[in-house]
């Protein structure tokens, strides 16, 4: 039984062919843990008047083809950076089991530079992390990216960048650090010696804070000319220099809903550009080109049973 509290339509679970591809019964069910965290994700947003919408592939298969790409496994959202602030400071106390708000902040040591909600009664590992048994929360995840300004002045944003993957790098070192990160795999002499360096380390690196200190200048860094009007906005914690993550503010001041699978999903109104810029064409498609094949996946069993 999944660990979900939506109701599903008949035969939603069921394996069916959409746009020439087959969707498992086994997707199906990750779908329907996608959707439930969607369905947590908005009550809490309208809640508290907070204002989210559709990123990249999801608005995409809102768009073309009224819910998930066909061979597509996740939902990704987007907001400003104000909004997300705000959604932070209530995450904690809307979230409870089985989901699970999950930032530097609340999840130390699981470096992402955006937020994810998941479903802790599932699996959703990415497959390069699998050996190493971190211990943070690794259900089926929702992405949720923070917005930033994107300064037109090139030599600028340089600047920025290399401030902020600089941030990035420490954060990412000093959590490899930290307590959280003593069982790493291996009994060779680097492994012995890492552990060592662990030992000596870790409770110093704790006690000071040093990586989420680390990780509020990365952040800080990201925001840093969000109090210009700019024309441009990114997922720059995400991904700082990827052109393709850049995004025209316009195509998003006003939000409109649209049909997603047996649900709504809020995206920018003004999507045809917004598509457009992105991917061109954006009516034309490949089957199967947007499958996650480096996620390890189920709807069925908790992260927790894979890592031990």
């Given amino acids: 039984m999944l660990p979900i ?4 339509p008949d035969g939603f679970l069921e394996e069916e062919v959409r746009c020439g591809y087959t969707v498992s019964r086994e997707m199906k069910a990750v779908w329907a843990v996608e959707l439930d965290l969607l369905a947590e994700f908005d009550r809490v947003c309208k809640k508290y008047g907070i204002t989210y919408f ?25 907001m400003f950076r104000s909004e997300y602030d705000k959604l932070c400071e209530v995450a904690t ?7 699970f708000f999950q930032t530097e902040y609340t999840d130390h040591g699981s470096l992402r530079g955006h937020a994810q909600l998941r479903n802790s009664m599932t699996t959703g590992i990415l497959k390069s992390e ?30 920025q960048a290399k401030e902020a993957l600089r941030f990035r790098k420490r954060y990412q070192r000093l959590a490899k650090l930290s307590v959280r990160y003593f069982d790493l795999p291996g009994n060779g002499p680097k492994a012995v010696l890492k552990r060592f360096a662990h030992s000596l380390c870790a409770p110093w690196i704790e006690r000071k804070d040093l990586c989420r200190n680390a990780y509020r200048q990365f952040e800080a860094t990201c925001q840093r000319y969000n109090h210009q009007d700019t024309e441009m906005i990114s997922t720059l ?53 947007s499958i996650h094949s480096g996620v390890v996946l189920d709807a069925e069993k908790p992260y927790t049973e894979y890592l031990s």
Wanted: net charge negative.
């Fill in 54 to 78: 559709a990123s990249g592939g999801t608005m995409l298969g809102a768009v073309r083809h009224k819910g998930f790409i066909p061979w597509d496994d996740d939902i990704d959202l987007m």
């Fill in 93 to 99: 106390k809307e979230f409870e089991k089985p989901y």
């Fill in 237 to 289: 914690s995400f991904q700082f220099r990827n052109q393709q993550h850049f995004k025209y503010r316009s195509d998003y001041t006003e939000i409109i809903e649209v049909p997603f699978e047996f649900t709504m999903i809020p995206i920018g109104k003004e999507f045809d550009h917004a598509l457009k810029t992105r991917y061109g064409n954006y009516m034309k498609f490949e089957v199967g080109t």
């Fill in 130 to 159: 699998l050996p190493w048994r971190y211990p943070f929360n690794q259900g089926i995840f929702m992405d949720i990216f923070p917005l930033d300004n994107v300064i037109p002045d090139q030599g600028l944003f340089e600047k």
């Fill in 5 to 8: 509290k939506i109701d599903l």
